[in-house]
């Protein structure tokens, strides 16, 4: 099976929760990292999404350890609507 990974930056300008924790991250860009398999049998090229996975803490935020949060892309929408950015991962704009 063929896969790819697409690495993006999203930015918050506001603090954000997502539902697997129990404390909200702060403002910042923040790596989104998207796993997709390649649909088979087809008569043209197609991935399927497999993975979303968000890289904690922010970007810019010195941290020799990095932690990668399973989430999902109507979750991550879902945040970036409530900050008022206007991006929407799930239609494949990001910032």
Do not use: K, N
């Not at 702060?26 to 649909?39: F, H, K, N, P």
């Amino acid at each position: 099976m063929t896969e790819r990974t697409t690495e993006t930056e999203i930015t918050f300008t506001h603090a954000f929760r997502l539902e697997s924790l129990s404390e909200p991250l702060e403002a910042g860009t923040y790596r989104l990292v998207v796993d997709e398999e390649l649909i088979e049998g087809l008569s043209f090229t197609a991935y399927r999404r497999v993975a979303t996975h968000l890289e904690i803490p922010a970007i810019s935020v010195a941290m020799a350890r990095r932690q990668f949060l399973q989430v999902s892309p109507s979750e991550i929408d879902e945040a970036l609507a409530r900050d008022g950015s206007g991006t929407d991962i799930g239609q494949g704009r990001v910032s």
